[in-house]
């Protein structure tokens, strides 16, 4: 079946695919919660010693040890006053404590490394492909369809690039606490970002790769153009409705503890079970968006995005164009499924997220665009003047 219906059918049997496999896959790991249960209150009454303390509250004696800095066993006994730290004091340090063993305990480590291994190696290989310029249509769908496969159906929506900063910034908000693992991890997303361009949202993301497979599927098969209308909405504005947005979460964290992200988080169509009808209805919608516009969560909401935008500034491998060969065609702009590659052939001064797809060097006649180390250079003056002046005479 081809035509519009086709390509509605085929969206529709990825996402029932994705979501029963998903809900298969649950069994698969021993199924840890991967949330934290929100903090509970603590009982602290005179005369306790820390072991009343630790077994009323239901404390580890590791937690305590961190607590109270202890140093031996018979500490255990030592009444609370004898540490000289006021009740509020020990109920902020115990929430924190608490707090990171909570996250401590719902992480799947296992999970976890072979995860963050296989990124690695996933990613090293889209590298590989992209220098060798062997990233075609077909290529690209099934590099897609793997990732979202290995990295969301299998390996789950937990950890993930938007998690980490998303995270992050809610736990430090309501416990003012940090979790170190989760800092490694971002560092790690981060790096991948700094080393290619955007290269952990282009190729790894669970949520990122999903919604690129299905805007691909409403293309021809060139991989060039839609076969419905797609929208290219400026950066002007997806940018600033993303800087908002993630302005709106850390306060709505900061001021009444709330992680507006949650109900509606899109890497949740890899926990099917864990999704609200609120958050159901909000996938629908963005899958049906997906279509239409390029990674619609990406460049309106996600906070990694932004994030991974600043840095891909200095990203060391990203696309270039050569102005020596170019002949100023500009079949990249078109192609390219936002308006990113249109800003960096003219050298704009704002340049809009790149996902390193290698549409653009898949379409370039002449082969001026690589995915190359170094700066890019402006073009020569008049360079898409001369190409336009040209085209007339020929009309003429
Ligand atoms: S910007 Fe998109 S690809 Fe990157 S972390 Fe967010 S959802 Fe994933
Ligand atoms: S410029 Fe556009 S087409 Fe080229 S790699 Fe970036 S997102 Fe893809």
Redo the contacts with the bound molecule.
């Keep these: 079946m081809d035509g519009k219906w086709g390509i509605v059918v085929r969206v529709v049997g990825l996402a029932v695919l994705v979501v029963a496999a998903s809900i298969g896959m649950t069994y698969l790991w021993n199924p840890k919660p991967e949330t934290v249960p929100p903090p509970k209150p603590l009982v602290l009454e005179p005369g306790m010693t820390v072991e009343t303390f630790g077994r009323t509250n239901d404390l580890a004696n590791p937690v305590l040890k961190e607590l109270f800095g202890l140093s031996e066993a018979k500490d255990l006994s030592r009444p609370l006053d004898s540490f000289h730290l006021s009740n509020d004091e020990i109920i902020r340090r115990a929430q924190k404590a608490m707090a990171l063993a909570a996250e401590e305990s719902s992480k799947n480590w296992i999970k976890i490394l072979v995860k963050f291994l296989l990124w690695l190696a996933f990613l090293a290989y889209v590298f590989r492909l992209t220098r060798l310029g062997r990233i075609t249509p077909g290529v690209r769908k099934g590099l897609y369809f793997t990732a979202a496969v290995v990295f969301g159906v299998v390996l789950g929506s937990d950890p ?3 998690g980490t ?1 998303k995270d992050a910034i809610h736990l430090f908000a309501v416990q003012q606490v940090i979790f170190p693992p989760r800092l490694i991890a971002l560092s790690v ?1 981060l790096l991948t970002v700094l080393l290619a361009n ?1 290269y ?3 190729w ?6 999903l ?1 690129d497979l299905v805007f691909r599927l409403g293309r021809n098969h060139k991989d060039d153009r839609g076969r419905i209308p797609q929208y290219k909405p400026p950066f002007w504005l997806t940018n600033t409705i993303r800087v908002v947005f993630l302005a709106v979460f850390i306060a709505a964290a900061v001021l009444w503890g709330v992680d507006i992200i949650e109900p509606v988080d ?2 949740k169509i890899y926990k099917p079970l864990a999704l609200s009808a609120a958050g159901m209805g909000f996938i629908g919608v963005l899958a049906a968006a997906s279509l239409f516009v390029y ?1 619609p ?3 309106f ?6 994030v ?1 935008w600043l840095v891909e500034k200095v990203s060391v491998f990203k696309v270039k164009v050569d102005y020596g060969a170019c002949v100023a065609c500009e079949a990249c702009a078109r192609a390219c499924p936002s308006t990113v590659m249109g800003a960096i052939l003219k050298q704009d001064r704002t340049i809009p ?1 790149c ?1 390193s797809c290698a549409t653009c060097m898949n379409v370039c006649p002449t082969k001026s665009i690589t995915f190359s180390a170094g700066k890019r250079v402006k073009p020569p003056e008049g360079h898409f003047e001369k190409k336009r002046k040209n085209e007339v005479k020929t009309e003429g």
């Excluded at 909401?301 to 932004?306: I, S, T």
């Design positions: 993930s690039a938007m900063v997303f955007k952990i949202c282009a790894g993301c669970q949520a990122g790769v919604q899109p890497f990674r969560w990406c460049h909401f996600c906070p990694f995005g932004l991974g997220d996902f």
